[in-house]
């Protein structure tokens, strides 16, 4: 991932088809080197990981890192293990030479659609910041889609949380992630403002519910003001939860 628009502020078709291949993030790092955060920053996600993410000494992966600061904050909460993992060799680099001197952060080249470097059940949770969405955005979007999602699966242990912030609303990402038998919860959080402040009073930690369909009980639609979360709770007995 990357500074610059959202993929949901769209950009030029070729742009965003282009979300998906290294060089593309390659080009952008090298023009722009400067620390950003898709969507969120932490300290605003800050109550729900440590909700779904409560003990600290468990291995969590970061997947579409880019140059975010959101495992280095991570980090000086405690979590003392992060992985971050990107497509991008530009990034990965800088962000290895950044953090040479933290123990708690470990940086590398990696395609999240193919993260065999990891063994089966390695990891307690995977946070995902926008990686998802970009890859929707681009060439042969639902399979690409469909490979993190199996890779993510594999690599968490069972229990384990995929928590993905996304602008996509429930009628879109839900289909998405229903062809995997996860738990799901969603919660919504207001867009950052000006001054990192959020416009949404509703309780972050409090989930929309769900219906037996896995739709929402609530109306949360389409709305330009949030992005929405989706807790992905890892569920081996086979039956799909929402």
Not at 54 to 63: A, D
Not at 95 to 119: E, I, L
Not at 127 to 148: E, F, P, R, Y
Request: aromatic share 10%; hydrophobic share 35%.
């Amino acid at each position: 991932m990357t500074a610059g628009k959202s993929p949901a502020a769209g950009g030029s078709t070729t742009t965003t088809q282009a979300y998906g291949e290294a060089w593309y993030w390659d080009n952008r790092y090298s023009q722009d080197p400067s620390t950003f955060d898709w969507y969120q920053k932490y300290p605003s996600l800050a109550p729900l990981i440590r909700l779904y993410v409560p003990t600290h000494h468990h291995p969590i992966l970061v997947v579409g890192c880019g140059n975010s600061g959101l495992s280095e904050e991570m980090a000086d909460d405690g979590y003392n293990e992060v992985i971050n993992v990107d497509i991008s060799r530009v990034v990965i680099e800088a962000m290895q030479t950044k953090y040479s001197d933290n123990p708690m952060m470990k940086y590398m080249v990696m395609d999240v659609r193919d993260m065999s470097a990891f063994d089966t059940r390695s990891f307690a949770a995977v946070i995902d910041k926008g990686t998802l969405d970009s890859l929707l955005c681009g060439h042969n979007a639902q399979q690409n889609a469909a490979k993190v999602l199996v890779e993510v699966w594999r690599v968490l242990k069972d229990k384990g949380v995929y928590i993905l912030i996304t602008y996509g609303s429930p009628v879109y990402r839900l289909p998405v992630l229903k062809d995997l038998s996860w738990t799901i919860k969603l919660h919504v959080i207001g867009k950052l403002q000006s001054g990192n402040t959020s416009n949404l009073t509703r309780d972050l930690t409090t989930p929309i519910p769900l219906d037996a369909n896995g739709g929402s009980t609530e109306s949360v639609g389409m709305n330009a003001d949030v992005h929405y979360i989706y807790v992905c709770i890892k569920d081996e007995s086979g039956k799909n939860k929402a």
